[in-house]
């Protein structure tokens, strides 16, 4: 929740390629207080069933710059080995996960409340901020 000496920040994961929410990622929340600020850790969550990220952490008053760290590669990793599972003869020789990690910073200013999807598929994705 927002206050009016900070930022709010919420997420949630669609996978595109399947159009549905992208379950057990792990996600990172990072801030500073400055663009030449060292990041803070300030902890993290995974998205639910649903895609969502209820439980991030609050961001400390001062907070400029947000920066979420979306753990994907064990999430397609797990997709890759499921469709294997079901269809043996389809095995991609490729290198894996081509994006395994996605990192997004944006700018926030106390009282507001950013809300920031991630549309996601194994070759590419897509942010915006949301309402």
Known sequence: MSTSTTASVSTHILDTSVGRP????AVHLAARAGRDADWQALGGSATDAD??????????????????????????????ADAQQDA?????????????EVAITFAVVPGEHYHVPLLLNPFGYSVYRGS
Do not use: W
Request: one cysteine or more; aromatic letters at 10%.
């Open 22 to 25: 992208a379950e057990g990622v």
């Open 51 to 80: 895609g969502r990220c209820k439980d991030l952490p609050a961001l400390p008053a001062g907070t400029t710059h947000v920066r979420l760290d979306f753990a994907v590669e064990a999430y397609f990793e797990k997709k890759q």
């Open 88 to 100: 043996p003869a389809n095995r991609d020789s490729g290198p894996g996960v081509f994006f395994p």
